[in-house]
């Protein structure tokens, strides 16, 4: 499969801080990145995506990094919440329909 | 809208027994998708649809079958479990039209004794 990885699997913030998540990913050829949300118990959730010919896109509170030179990308959120509290996939598209997910960073919001 | 349903929430089988999971949403949605969970990693994708009578295989397709007879189910067979299955299994589906938001089901934790 496509190699889709995190540099970091825990990310201890304080309330009110900002994250930065970040991902590497492997296949120039994906056409999209997207990231997803998941807390404990529950099925992932869509946050946001950016296409390949994108570097930036923002969200509420949250901005999406893409460094195609390095194959990085990042997600940053704004002023953490405990309520962000959960794991956080990249995940990618080399096909159309085939999504890849890397392995995931729980972010631990202190309060 | 109920969004994508899955049944069972938990199922325990024995080696080389056989089990449908359940997988059904609301949305009209010509995508579906069907992965797996295993502890500390990612999801990886088993199978896929495009459409009612269309499946495609993902990244790890042995062992798992999959039809589409309409476009609200997707169900996920597995002939003989092992216990390399054990997993929590996620369905998803999507609408093609609308970028690459996919909406996932609650899971099914499926424990091959």
């Known amino acids: 499969g496509e190699s889709v990885g995190l540099h970091l699997p825990t990310l201890s913030v304080q309330e009110g801080d900002n994250s930065i998540i970040n991902c590497a990913y492997s296949?120039?050829?994906?056409?999209?990145f997207i990231w997803y949300k998941q807390e404990s118990g529950k099925g992932p959730q869509f946050i946001i995506d950016i296409r390949s010919n994108m570097d930036k896109r923002q969200g509420q509170r949250v901005t999406v990094l893409l460094n195609k030179t390095v194959k990085h990308l990042s997600l940053q959120i704004a002023a953490t919440q405990p309520g962000d509290s959960a794991v956080y996939f990249c995940?990618?598209?080399?096909?159309?329909?085939?999504?890849?997910f890397g392995s995931g960073t729980k972010l631990n919001v202190k309060p | 809208n109920a969004g994508v349903t899955q049944t069972p929430k938990f199922q325990v089988l024995k080696t080389g027994q056989s089990m449908t999971l359940q997988c059904a949403q609301d949305?009209?949605?010509?995508?579906m998708s069907w992965y797996r969970q295993d502890p500390g990693m990612g999801l990886r994708l088993i199978h896929y649809s495009v459409g009612a009578g269309i499946t495609d295989q993902g990244e790890v397709p042995n062992g798992y079958n999959v039809s589409r007879s309409t476009t609200e189910d997707f169900p996920l067979r597995l002939l003989s479990a092992a216990p390399s299955q054990t997993s929590v299994y996620f369905c998803?589906?999507?609408?093609?039209?609308?970028?690459?938001?996919?909406?996932f089901g609650p899971g099914t934790r499926l424990t091959v004794t």
């Open positions: 296949n120039s050829a994906s056409d999209y």
């Open positions: 949305m009209n949605h010509e995508y």
């Open positions: 995940a990618e598209n080399p096909h159309r329909n085939k999504f890849y």
């Open positions: 998803a589906s999507r609408d093609e039209d609308r970028d690459n938001e996919q909406y």
